[in-house]
């Protein structure tokens, strides 16, 4: 949690939350996303 991460379509983020079913929220700013994995194109920063 927290660390800054970057998607090919929402941009720059921050991990919020990181769900037991392999799932992670992310703050993009305008919006919150879920994301599940496989994480094809979001990258650590």
């Known amino acids: 949690m927290g ?3 970057s998607h090919d379509k929402y941009g720059l ?3 919020l939350a990181v ?4 799932t992670v929220l992310i703050d993009f700013g305008a ?3 879920r ?3 496989p994480y094809a194109k979001l ?3």
């Not at 769900?19 to 392999?22: N, Q, S």
């Open 3 to 5: 660390d800054r991460v």
């Open 13 to 15: 983020g921050r991990v």
């Open 19 to 22: 769900g037991e079913d392999d």
């Open 31 to 33: 919006e919150t996303y």
């Open 35 to 37: 994301i599940a994995s």
């Open 43 to 45: 990258v650590k920063l």
